[in-house]
């Protein structure tokens, strides 16, 4: 089972792999960013595990360890390259050679560096998918980068490039831009995007689904006496963070979860399954990347590609469910 990323005929499998986790530690002054302590190893084995059950999208970022999950994903594709599609994010800065998000720089010359850096650590002449991951960037300079995207295509570094925001008037002007094909944005069942979808479907554009399980509360492993460490992004979240407040779920976002539990996992799907399930009934150019640590975790996912599809009726029940 494929899906396209929208009008570059790029073939990806239905659901993709995300590798914010698998950087590791990193922060912006005392805010942590990553998700706590990795092992290479196991994420390089959950990486493989993941291509050997048909999961042919990567979606990394240069932000991600500053860099990290950009080598580990090199590591685990090592003689597959051209079995997977890697879609990568370019934006932010990091102080040399540290862990610390320092700032954003959204000029051209930025771009070209960041794609020669990435292409490095990657270890690869090309990459599939570049993203802007600058989400509330003005809208003149993102164009600007946007031409410079165009001339990465014509160099042949890349085979089309997106923009990671979750606002749908810049997915616009990504649809305006030439070759861009990609809008990485939140699509989960808890949190709908329609004016996003709409656009995606105006443009033939495609929907990467950043936080289908509103970063693991739509998985079984959360619960209600789940407290996540402080080196966690979860345990100290952001201001822009709402499924978890003071390191703990969100209680009201586990209310919305429980009521819909039953039917996510009817007909044998876990949590998760029936989670991302979700998504992929909501819109054909949906495509969600669940971020994975190890192979448990990619091998439940994985298996939303088997299992029962949730029927149209299900899907209406659910936002009934969710409207009350």
Same mark, same amino acid.
């Given at each position: 089972?494929?899906?396209?990323?929208?009008?570059?005929?790029?073939?990806?499998?239905?659901?993709?792999?995300?590798?914010?986790?698998?950087?590791?530690?990193?922060?912006?002054?005392?805010?942590?960013?990553?998700?706590?302590?990795?092992?290479?190893?196991?994420?390089?084995?959950?990486?493989?595990?993941?291509?050997?059950?048909?999961?042919?999208?990567?979606?990394?970022?240069?932000?991600?360890?500053?860099? *990290?999950?950009?080598?580990?994903?090199?590591?685990?594709?090592?003689?597959?390259?051209?079995?997977?599609?890697?879609?990568?994010?370019?934006?932010?800065?990091?102080? /040399? @050679?540290?862990?610390?998000?320092? @700032?954003?720089?959204?000029?051209?010359? *930025?771009?070209?560096?960041?794609?020669? %850096?990435?292409? #490095?650590?990657?270890?690869?002449?090309?990459?599939?998918?570049?993203?802007?991951?600058? @989400?509330?960037?003005?809208?003149?300079?993102?164009?600007?980068?946007?031409?410079?995207?165009?001339?990465?295509?014509?160099?042949?570094?890349?085979?089309?490039? @997106?923009?990671?925001?979750?606002?749908?008037?810049?997915?616009?002007?990504?649809?305006?831009?030439?070759?861009?094909?990609?809008?990485?944005?939140?699509?989960?069942?808890?949190?709908?995007?329609?004016?996003?979808?709409?656009?995606? #479907?105006? *443009?033939?554009?495609?929907?990467?689904?950043?936080?289908?399980?509103?970063?693991?509360?739509?998985?079984?492993?959360?619960?209600?006496?789940? +407290?996540?460490?402080?080196?966690?992004?979860?345990?100290?979240? /952001?201001?822009?963070?709402?499924?978890?407040?003071?390191?703990?779920?969100?209680?009201?976002?586990?209310?919305?979860?429980?009521?819909? $539990?039953?039917?996510?996992?009817?007909?044998? $799907?876990?949590?998760?399954?029936?989670?991302?399930?979700?998504?992929?009934?909501?819109?054909?150019?949906?495509?969600?990347?669940?971020?994975?640590?190890? +192979?448990?975790?990619?091998?439940?996912?994985?298996?939303?590609?088997?299992?029962? /599809?949730?029927?149209?009726?299900?899907? %209406?029940?659910?936002?009934?469910?969710?409207?009350?």
């Amino acid at each position: 089972m494929t899906r396209l990323l929208g009008r570059s005929g790029i073939e990806v499998s239905d659901i993709g792999i995300g590798t914010w986790a698998i950087g590791g530690k990193f922060h912006a002054g005392d805010q942590p960013l990553g998700w706590g302590d990795v092992d290479d190893d196991v994420s390089i084995e959950a990486i493989r595990r993941a291509i050997d059950l048909g999961v042919t999208l990567i979606d990394t970022s240069d932000a991600y360890g500053a860099g *990290h999950a950009e080598t580990v994903i090199r590591r685990a594709v090592e003689g597959h390259r051209d079995a997977v599609v890697i879609a990568t994010k370019w934006g932010y800065t990091f102080a /040399p @050679g540290t862990r610390d998000m320092v @700032g954003e720089d959204a000029t051209a010359a *930025h771009a070209r560096a960041a794609l020669l %850096a990435s292409l #490095e650590r990657l270890g690869t002449d090309y990459i599939d998918v570049i993203q802007l991951h600058l @989400g509330d960037l003005d809208p003149e300079r993102a164009t600007d980068l946007f031409a410079a995207c165009e001339g990465f295509i014509d160099e042949g570094l890349i085979r089309t490039y @997106g923009w990671s925001t979750d606002d749908a008037e810049r997915a616009e002007l990504l649809a305006k831009s030439g070759r861009g094909a990609v809008v990485q944005h939140v699509l989960n069942v808890l949190n709908d995007a329609a004016e996003m979808l709409a656009v995606c #479907e105006a *443009h033939d554009l495609a929907s990467l689904n950043r936080s289908p399980l509103a970063m693991g509360l739509l998985t079984a492993k959360v619960t209600a006496d789940s +407290v996540f460490a402080a080196d966690d992004v979860r345990g100290r979240e /952001p201001e822009w963070l709402r499924w978890f407040t003071d390191g703990r779920p969100t209680p009201e976002f586990l209310r919305r979860r429980d009521a819909i $539990r039953d039917i996510l996992t009817s007909d044998g $799907r876990s949590l998760a399954q029936g989670a991302l399930a979700w998504n992929l009934a909501r819109s054909p150019r949906a495509i969600p990347i669940p971020g994975v640590r190890t +192979v448990a975790q990619v091998e439940e996912n994985a298996g939303v590609i088997t299992a029962v /599809p949730l029927r149209a009726e299900q899907v %209406a029940e659910i936002r009934t469910l969710l409207a009350g």
